[in-house]
């Protein structure tokens, strides 16, 4: 079993609707929670990140972690064609940092 | 602000042969992290280095192997190329304090062995 498991997609949704992407984990030890998106023939970039439980905030993206249930999730409203691109989940935790396989996420007009 | 630069972008090797590739991180970044990129695997920690020294090392064998010099620039080498090595291989790199979850990528250098 992978310390972290993100459901590969691909996932197509129309402009405008509400994406939830995903990802559960084992390790109890990780510290922060990271969202990267990565479109194609691109490095990764940073979206969003996050210590604790609870919610975090940014324009249309919400960073939501539960660590109880070791479950992350990205919400992006109004989604866009821009969005379209590779989500990847990642925590870090000694040092170390572990990425989700990623989720393929296209936005049709 | 320049971002990472990764040389070169595209390569193709043949079994058993070697490969150097090279990162140039942000400007004041004393961290550099490398990572392989495969379909099937996802993207996987490599090694990090800080200030000239491996601070931490993932599950490869020993044909991966890396260094940063004093200027914060790094190289990985892989030795006795497999074809299971074609990938991207991407380089990231941080201020180097704080928590290690903010890695500035590079675009990649695409590894195929033939």
């Known amino acids: 079993q992978k310390e972290v498991e993100q459901d590969p997609g691909p996932l197509s949704v129309p402009e405008g609707a509400i994406v939830s992407l995903n990802c559960t984990y084992s390790n109890s030890a990780f510290q922060y929670f990271m969202w990267y998106r990565q479109y194609s023939r691109k490095g990764p970039e940073l979206l969003m990140y996050t210590y604790s439980s609870g919610n975090k905030e940014d324009g249309r993206f919400t960073a939501q972690v539960d660590k109880s249930s070791k479950y992350i999730s990205l919400f992006i409203r109004d989604s866009q064609p821009s969005d379209s691109a590779t989500y990847l989940c990642?925590?870090?935790?000694?040092?170390?940092?572990?990425f989700g396989q990623g989720t393929e996420l296209s936005v049709k007009p | 602000k320049a971002g990472v630069t990764q040389t070169p972008r595209y390569l193709i090797k043949t079994r058993g042969q070697q490969v150097t590739l090279s990162c140039s991180p942000i400007s004041g970044h004393r961290s550099v992290s490398w990572y392989q990129q495969t379909p099937g695997q996802g993207l996987q920690f490599l090694f990090e280095?800080?200030?000239?020294?491996?601070?931490n090392k993932g599950n490869f064998p020993g044909r991966f192997s890396g260094r940063q010099f004093s200027n914060s620039r790094s190289e990985m080498n892989v030795s006795t190329l497999e074809l299971g090595d074609s990938a991207l291989y991407l380089c990231?790199?941080?201020?180097?304090?704080?928590?290690?979850?903010?890695?500035?990528f590079g675009e990649g250098s695409r590894l195929t062995v033939l």
């Open positions: 990231a790199s941080s201020p180097g304090t704080g928590h290690t979850g903010e890695l500035f």
């Open positions: 280095y800080f200030s000239e020294t491996q601070r």
């Open positions: 990642a925590m870090s935790w000694g040092g170390k940092l572990i």
